[in-house]
């Protein structure tokens, strides 16, 4: 998974005690005005109503990235990606959602916690012992227009345990449990792809392109003519620039012919030089110009059917695949060496983005068989697991010849076109709460009478008297944590060991 270009901003400490503690509340405590208490009644809803959702009982605490009880808090990280954001979720290092990780954290009854990213919304992420008890949790604010960075909030219902019983403020997190996923679409756009037969296309940049060919494309590399295979052509309908193979369309099996198809594969690191505008027509017909690094994996696609031909309906197949990285005169080598992903689910909308119902999807196999596509369909597909290719074949109808129409393409988009990650658990700090004691200690409650040996009685005297009665307490708290083994005890103690007491003998 690559890593996310993100630069880290204010952390979030949460302490257990039951007053709030942050720079406001307690600005000469060092290991207090550093914190970020908050009122559990400031938690945004968003936040509020999934912990409702959990059945959780009374907060001992809440916590803001940043909060220094005057403020509105401040992001603990900000990132940027290319393309436009669709997602921000809590994910672990392989960008999955967390479902029951190790924390590395325990209770203070010696429970383990274990990570659950929330399915309804994935800005939550739920700290649970193993009978499902929610012990923390934590919120993703998302900031900025667009979503450039992220506020972290927490929330702790169950004491955690603190290595260091000796101080009151000892401190565990998060760090390497919790990832922070960014995902992002991208959206290509036909445009200025070089006129009449190509060999291939290439659209996008350097972070996300595609890369299009017909379904079996002449290999130019060892000799072939370009026109021996299936071709990129371009058109204009409507005004959108639009490709199809061959004729111009995609068109459907017939006596003389097997229907065609046009291979779509997902890449990274593609040359500038040879992508849609700089890419010329001249380029556009040499295999080594297929110049990119990697290929990018994502479980969702779409495409825009622009035209048909005649003005009926089509009918069309999708297959995923992933596929070897193979780039240059190697490419059309390759083409065909790939591994069937399962279409999960198709989705089709109108131009104006409704829904379209009534259309038959046949999802058995891996594939998807779509009957009925209109001009202006959008066609939406997920996966069950990543692909890098897809090819788009239109199959026609054997029985209904109102099914048999050509189609062109007028663009595509990957809806997670990238998806990046970086380490937040590391910013999600839990202080200790540590014991407290007030003394009562009343006056003259032991008093020692002693007679001047210089003119009554012995040379020496002495006297005894109980004083237990003198020292209670007031009030007292175990802290968050509650009772341990420790017996309550006093000592006494001098200021100085052999100093002067003050008092004289005669």
Same mark, same amino acid.
């Given at each position: 998974?690559?890593?996310?270009?993100?630069?880290?901003?204010?952390?979030?400490?949460?302490?257990?005690?039951?007053?709030?503690?942050?720079?406001?509340?307690?600005?000469?405590?060092?290991?207090?005005?550093?914190?970020?208490?908050?009122?559990?009644?400031?938690?945004?809803?968003?936040?509020?109503?999934?912990?409702?959702?959990?059945?959780?009982?009374?907060?001992?605490?809440?916590?803001?990235?940043?909060?220094?009880?005057?403020?509105?808090?401040?992001?603990?990280?900000?990132?940027?990606?290319?393309?436009?954001?669709?997602?921000?979720?809590?994910?672990?290092?392989?960008?999955?959602? /967390?479902?029951?990780?190790?924390?590395?954290?325990?209770?203070?009854?010696?429970?383990?916690?274990? /990570?659950?990213?929330?399915?309804?919304?994935?800005?939550?992420?739920?700290?649970?012992?193993?009978?499902?008890?929610?012990?923390?949790?934590?919120?993703?604010?998302?900031?900025?227009?667009?979503?450039?960075?992220?506020?972290?909030?927490?929330?702790?219902?169950?004491?955690?345990?603190?290595?260091?019983?000796?101080?009151?403020?000892?401190?565990?997190?998060?760090?390497?449990?919790?990832?922070?996923?960014?995902?992002?679409?991208?959206?290509?756009?036909?445009?200025?792809?070089?006129?009449?037969?190509?060999?291939?296309?290439?659209?996008?940049?350097?972070?996300?392109?595609?890369?299009?060919?017909?379904?079996?494309?002449?290999?130019?590399?060892?000799?072939?003519?370009?026109?021996?295979?299936?071709?990129?052509?371009?058109?204009?309908?409507?005004?959108?620039?639009?490709?199809?193979?061959?004729?111009?369309?995609?068109?459907?099996?017939?006596?003389?012919?097997?229907?065609?198809?046009?291979?779509?594969?997902?890449?990274?690191?593609?040359?500038?030089?040879?992508?849609?505008?700089?890419?010329?027509?001249?380029?556009?017909?040499?295999?080594?110009?297929?110049?990119?690094?990697?290929?990018?994996?994502?479980?969702?696609?779409?495409?825009?059917?622009?035209? /048909?031909?005649?003005?009926?309906?089509?009918? /069309?197949?999708?297959?995923?695949?992933?596929?070897?990285?193979?780039?240059?005169?190697?490419?059309?080598?390759?083409?065909?060496?790939?591994?069937?992903?399962?279409?999960?689910?198709?989705?089709?909308?109108?131009?104006?983005?409704?829904?379209?119902?009534?259309?038959?999807?046949?999802?058995?196999?891996?594939?998807?068989?779509?009957?009925?596509?209109?001009?202006?369909?959008?066609?939406?597909?997920?996966?069950?697991?990543?692909?890098?290719?897809?090819?788009?074949?239109?199959?026609?109808?054997?029985?209904?010849?109102?099914?048999?129409?050509?189609?062109?393409?007028?663009?595509?988009?990957?809806?997670?076109?990238?998806?990046?990650?970086?380490?937040?658990?590391?910013?999600?700090?839990?202080?200790?709460?540590?014991?407290?004691?007030?003394?009562?200690?009343?006056?003259?409650?032991?008093?020692?009478?002693?007679?001047?040996?210089?003119?009554?009685?012995?040379?020496?005297?002495?006297?005894?008297?109980?004083?237990?009665?003198?020292?209670?307490?007031?009030?007292?708290?175990?802290?968050?944590?509650?009772?341990?083994?420790?017996?309550?005890?006093?000592?006494?103690?001098?200021?100085?060991?052999?100093?002067?007491?003050?008092?004289?003998?005669?």
């Amino acid at each position: 998974m690559p890593a996310l270009n993100m630069t880290a901003g204010s952390t979030v400490t949460l302490d257990e005690s039951a007053t709030l503690q942050n720079l406001a509340t307690a600005p000469a405590v060092a290991g207090d005005s550093n914190d970020n208490d908050i009122s559990v009644s400031s938690l945004p809803t968003a936040f509020s109503s999934r912990l409702a959702a959990q059945s959780v009982g009374t907060a001992i605490n809440a916590a803001l990235s940043g909060y220094d009880g005057t403020n509105t808090g401040t992001n603990a990280f900000t990132f940027s990606v290319s393309g436009t954001v669709t997602d921000v979720s809590f994910t672990d290092a392989n960008g999955a959602l /967390l479902n029951g990780f190790d924390s590395g954290l325990d209770t203070t009854d010696g429970e383990d916690i274990f /990570l659950f990213t929330d399915t309804t919304n994935n800005n939550v992420v739920y700290g649970k012992t193993a009978l499902n008890v929610v012990v923390f949790a934590a919120y993703l604010e998302e900031t900025g227009s667009p979503v450039t960075g992220a506020k972290l909030w927490t929330v702790q219902y169950e004491a955690i345990s603190n290595p260091d019983a000796s101080n009151p403020d000892d401190a565990v997190n998060l760090a390497d449990k919790i990832f922070v996923s960014v995902a992002s679409s991208s959206a290509f756009s036909f445009a200025n792809v070089p006129s009449g037969q190509n060999l291939f296309a290439m659209f996008g940049d350097a972070s996300a392109a595609i890369v299009v060919t017909g379904k079996n494309p002449a290999n130019e590399s060892t000799g072939a003519n370009i026109n021996t295979g299936d071709t990129v052509n371009t058109s204009l309908g409507g005004g959108l620039t639009t490709i199809g193979t061959n004729n111009q369309m995609i068109d459907p099996p017939n006596a003389k012919n097997p229907g065609e198809g046009m291979y779509f594969t997902f890449v990274t690191g593609a040359n500038t030089d040879d992508t849609v505008p700089n890419l010329d027509q001249n380029e556009a017909d040499e295999e080594s110009n297929i110049d990119f690094t990697g290929l990018l994996g994502t479980t969702a696609a779409s495409f825009t059917i622009a035209q /048909l031909q005649p003005n009926k309906a089509a009918t /069309l197949k999708i297959s995923a695949f992933t596929t070897v990285l193979a780039t240059g005169d190697a490419y059309v080598d390759n083409l065909q060496n790939n591994t069937a992903i399962n279409i999960s689910s198709v989705v089709v909308r109108d131009s104006a983005g409704q829904l379209v119902t009534g259309l038959s999807i046949d999802l058995s196999g891996d594939t998807a068989v779509i009957s009925g596509i209109k001009t202006g369909y959008v066609i939406e597909y997920q996966t069950d697991a990543n692909h890098s290719r897809v090819l788009i074949e239109n199959v026609g109808s054997a029985t209904n010849n109102n099914l048999n129409a050509s189609f062109d393409i007028g663009g595509f988009s990957l809806p997670r076109s990238e998806q990046a990650t970086g380490e937040v658990g590391s910013m999600m700090i839990f202080e200790d709460d540590g014991p407290s004691v007030v003394l009562a200690a009343p006056t003259d409650t032991a008093v020692l009478n002693t007679q001047d040996a210089d003119t009554i009685g012995a040379a020496t005297d002495s006297a005894t008297q109980d004083f237990s009665t003198a020292f209670g307490v007031a009030s007292s708290s175990y802290g968050a944590d509650g009772a341990g083994t420790t017996v309550s005890s006093f000592a006494l103690g001098v200021a100085t060991q052999g100093g002067d007491s003050g008092l004289k003998s005669d």
